[in-house]
């Protein structure tokens, strides 16, 4: 157990953070391939067959179910931050469904012999702050001892069956756009290292407790095709799911890419995660990069993004009206950053 007064930085006491915890794509194929195919319930509208952000149940003509769960270890030391961080997370997948969540569910794991009972408290403080923001409540939940520290969510919505917005629905001419700034993997590394100062923290906590409200407006579009959220595979990793889930191609634009500024520094000093390496040595070899891209740029695009942003793909001539409603729910890094091209899937960044 701690000392009095002793001061507890969380991140010591896991050996990933964040989205970063997440098993490497490849590997991830390799432990799923042979999971029985999903039955032919007629009312489970989005299952396993898509690497989709949430399952999907019809309930009636106007009325779906989207479930989803999502926790991992801390990405920040500071207990309520982990909290908030961990809850905004898992509410994305609601949100990139189209969906509006309706209640939560709390998963906790806890070193209960290093951690003291007001650092547990704090972190599940932060979580029902979330929470409230997103006018849900924590209705139960589950803990367990375990060796490191574990915070995330069960979090359930509701859609109507008409407004559900898989991943795997792009067409040919789709414009991309990001709803956030890169670099959360970057900078949750340079944390790690204790270099990390009080701007570029707030940077990476102001991004990463933004709730991806746009969901909900966007699945109410029709020509909003395809969407997803943006987190522990990478920009790369989850467009690429957009691209073979829909069978096409992907051209994105390097400049165009919203960066945060402290990640963009850190990212030119060399500053990367091992997830980002993990990541691209799962699908490298489905994206086409420029062949003078340093490698600093290479791994913006693979880093691993914790409460990342929405990824949509709609109709060019929805795309000012996507950019509108972010803007106007305060998301100000949004931003068009390629199209969807008929083509082989893959990703070629010009």
Known sequence: MNKPNEIIRLTQYSHGGGCGCKIAPALLSRVLAEMPATLPYRDLLVGTESSDDAAVYRINDSQAIVATTDFFMPIVD?????????????????????????????????????????????????????????????????????????????????VHPDQVKRNDQAQPGDVLILGKALGIGILSTVLKKGELDGAAYQQMLTSTIQLNTPGPVLGGMAQVHALTDVTGFGLAGHLLEICRGSK?????????????????????????????KRNWASY???????????????????????????????????????????????????????????????????
Request: charged share 15%; hydrophobic share 45%; with cysteine.
């Open 248 to 276: 096409l191609a992907a051209e994105i634009r390097f400049d165009d890419l919203p960066v945060l500024d402290a990640a963009l520094n850190f990212a030119r000093q060399g500053y990367s995660t091992g997830a980002s």
């Open 284 to 350: 490298g070899d489905d994206v086409i990069l420029p062949a003078d891209m340093p490698a600093w740029q290479q791994s913006i695009l693979t880093d691993p993004q914790t409460s990342g942003g929405l990824l949509v793909a709609c109709a060019p001539e929805a795309a000012e009206r996507v950019l509108q409603i972010f803007r106007q729910q305060g998301f100000r890094y949004a931003a068009r950053i390629g199209e969807v091209i008929a083509g082989t899937p893959g990703i070629t960044v010009r």
């Open 78 to 158: 500071n207990p309520h931050d982990f909290g908030r961080i961990a809850a905004t997370n898992a509410l994305s997948d609601i949100y990139a469904m189209g969906a509006q969540p309706l209640f939560a569910l709390a998963i906790v794991g806890m070193p209960i012999d290093k951690l003291p009972l007001t650092v547990i408290q704090q972190i599940l403080a932060g979580g029902a702050a979330v929470c409230k923001e997103a006018g849900i409540p924590i209705a139960g939940g589950h803990s367990i001892d375990s060796s490191e520290p574990i915070y995330g969510l069960v979090a359930l919505g509701l």
